[in-house]
């Protein structure tokens, strides 16, 4: 069974641009959740998906948005990009009901 | 709000012998899970093992093993004959257990321990 993937692995963006992530779960999950991994401030939680409605949302701004579609996939937005936004940005997926989470590779983002 | 808390930054360890990273975490939770997941150099997040809040008994995942104390809120990872392979970043995280309304919840995570195995 393929494991969750991300594309695009790397991306370098410019102050003020707009950047868009995609995930792809594993085949059969319908969870979906970003986190976003900086040296400074370690793990935080984006926000959640499950049957394309946002179930869950952590303390980040509104610059910060996300979708998911009837196939699971889901993709997360960032608008007007700050410096602060540079980080690795992961997906994790899970079946409905199961505690564990699956992580993707990763998204790094750079933004000069 | 729940936190979690990694005291060791760094650990080095030789290989073959154990090492035991620590972890505690706050919450007025009653029905939860821990998890220790291990994140290579360049290489993706995987679990190590989990362990549901009311099960008293200690999770066990071939050299890895934790030691949970409810009461103290504290939830150590052993690892034992330590290999190369073993080398990471070791995040301990929590998760409340699900409510219903749609959400799985979110992993809650500490800063991280870098292990380095020696040879």
């Known amino acids: 069974k393929a494991g969750v993937t991300q594309t695009p692995r790397y991306l370098i963006k410019t102050r003020g641009q707009q950047v868009t992530l995609s995930c792809s779960p594993i085949?059969?999950?319908?969870?979906v959740s970003w986190y976003q991994q900086t040296p400074g401030q370690g793990l935080q939680f984006l926000f959640e998906y499950f049957s394309e409605t946002q179930r869950n949302k952590g303390n980040f701004p509104g610059r910060f948005s996300g979708r998911q579609f009837s196939n699971s996939r889901s993709e997360m937005n960032v608008s007007t990009l700050e410096l602060g936004d540079s980080a690795l940005y992961l997906c994790?997926?899970?079946?409905?009901?199961?505690?564990?989470?699956?992580f993707g590779p990763g998204t790094r983002l750079t933004v000069l | 709000a729940q936190t979690v808390t990694q005291s060791q930054p760094e650990m080095s360890v030789q290989e073959a012998e154990t090492v035991t990273l620590s972890c505690t975490y706050d919450t007025s939770e009653n029905n939860y899970y821990l998890f220790w997941y291990k994140q290579p150099p360049s290489r993706q997040m995987i679990l190590v093992i989990r362990q549901e809040a009311y099960k008293q008994q200690n999770a066990t995942e071939n050299r890895f093993s934790v030691n949970f104390q409810k009461a103290a809120k504290s939830f150590s990872l052993k690892i034992s004959d330590s290999q190369l392979g073993d080398t990471a970043m070791y995040f301990c995280?929590?998760?409340?257990?699900?409510?219903?309304?749609?959400?799985?919840?979110?992993?809650?995570f500490g800063k991280g321990t870098k292990l380095s195995v020696k040879p």
């Open positions: 995280a929590f998760m409340k257990a699900p409510r219903g309304g749609g959400s799985q919840g979110n992993l809650i």
């Open positions: 994790a997926s899970s079946r409905w009901g199961g505690n564990e989470q699956f």
């Open positions: 085949s059969g999950h319908r969870s």
